[in-house]
Structure formats: structure tokens, C-alpha cells
């Protein structure tokens, strides 16, 4: 059971890069707002019907959510916008080499201090080896 939630963090990353090459090709066809926008739309479609026809949480409990809850959604729109500017530019995989290496960074300082309601996980020396590395492949990623 110990492997189910690492595969399906994989699936998501393979779901994230295909996601970036697709809504790059849809941005130089539409643009970089209007293409991000359109995959936002169908984005949100798509989970109105999983929660109209799946969802059992509680929908209205977004006016008793502290405010600074509600800000994921606009770090999700600037996301995508980044990767329909971006991904055209210098291709998918120096692009996800690059988030990556963002979300490890800031999602291990999160760890470290707890931040946003979080679990305290400390940085030690494993993990900031493991970030000099990323920041290598970033370099690698980069070379032509």
C-alpha cells in the first residue's frame, strides 16, 4: 500500500506534462490568457459534473474557509498561464525540470516550518544535496 500514493503522485506528473504540451499548442493558436482560460473553463466543467454527480463534501463551507484558502485557485490560473507562455519557448521537459525543482524548494521549506497548517518536516542534508542536484539538471536541462 506504501507505493499506491507515490504512483499516483507519478500519474499526476505525467498528466501535468502532457497538460503543458497540449495547453502550450492551444496558447499559440488562441494566446497565452485566452488559451489558459479555455483550459481553466474545461477544467472547471469537468469538475462540476464530478462533483454534481460524485461529490459529497459541502460546497457552501467556502464562505467559513479562511480567505487565504481560496488563493490556490488563482496559483492554479498563473500555472497554467506560465506553462502556455513558457513550454513553446524551451519544450516540456526543461519547463517541468524547472517546476519541479520550484515545488521541491518551496515544498520543503513549507515542511520545514510548517507553513499553511502543515505537518513540521526539517530540512536536513539529504534534502538540500537533493536540491543542489535539481538545480545541476535544471542547468543540464538548459544546454544545448
Given at each position: 500500500?506504501?507505493?499506491?500514493?507515490?504512483?499516483?503522485?507519478?500519474?499526476g506528473?505525467?498528466?501535468?506534462?502532457?497538460?503543458?504540451?497540449?495547453?502550450?499548442?492551444?496558447?499559440?493558436?488562441?494566446?497565452?490568457?485566452?488559451?489558459?482560460?479555455?483550459?481553466?473553463?474545461?477544467?472547471?466543467?469537468?469538475?462540476?459534473f464530478?462533483?454534481?454527480?460524485?461529490?459529497?463534501?459541502?460546497?457552501?463551507?467556502?464562505?467559513?474557509?479562511?480567505?487565504?484558502?481560496?488563493?490556490?485557485?488563482?496559483?492554479?490560473?498563473?500555472?497554467?498561464?506560465?506553462?502556455?507562455?513558457v513550454?513553446p519557448?524551451?519544450?516540456?521537459?526543461?519547463?517541468?525540470?524547472?517546476?519541479?525543482?520550484?515545488?521541491?524548494?518551496?515544498?520543503?521549506?513549507?515542511?520545514?516550518?510548517?507553513?499553511?497548517?502543515?505537518k513540521?518536516?526539517?530540512?536536513?542534508?539529504?534534502?538540500?544535496?537533493?536540491?543542489?542536484?535539481?538545480?545541476?539538471?535544471?542547468?543540464?536541462?538548459?544546454?544545448?
Amino acid at each position: 500500500m506504501k507505493w499506491i500514493f507515490p504512483f499516483i503522485s507519478f500519474v499526476g506528473g505525467v498528466a501535468i506534462a502532457i497538460q503543458a504540451q497540449i495547453n502550450g499548442g492551444l496558447g499559440k493558436k488562441t494566446g497565452a490568457l485566452e488559451g489558459a482560460f479555455i483550459s481553466f473553463s474545461i477544467g472547471s466543467l469537468a469538475l462540476f459534473f464530478l462533483v454534481l454527480f460524485f461529490g459529497k463534501g459541502n460546497l457552501g463551507a467556502i464562505f467559513s474557509v479562511p480567505k487565504w484558502q481560496l488563493f490556490g485557485g488563482f496559483l492554479g490560473a498563473l500555472y497554467v498561464c506560465i506553462m502556455v507562455i513558457v513550454v513553446p519557448k524551451i519544450g516540456v521537459a526543461p519547463t517541468m525540470v524547472a517546476v519541479i525543482a520550484g515545488q521541491l524548494i518551496i515544498g520543503a521549506l513549507i515542511d520545514h516550518f510548517g507553513l499553511f497548517g502543515g505537518k513540521t518536516i526539517p530540512i536536513d542534508t539529504k534534502k538540500i544535496i537533493a536540491i543542489i542536484l535539481l538545480f545541476t539538471s535544471v542547468v543540464l536541462f538548459q544546454k544545448k
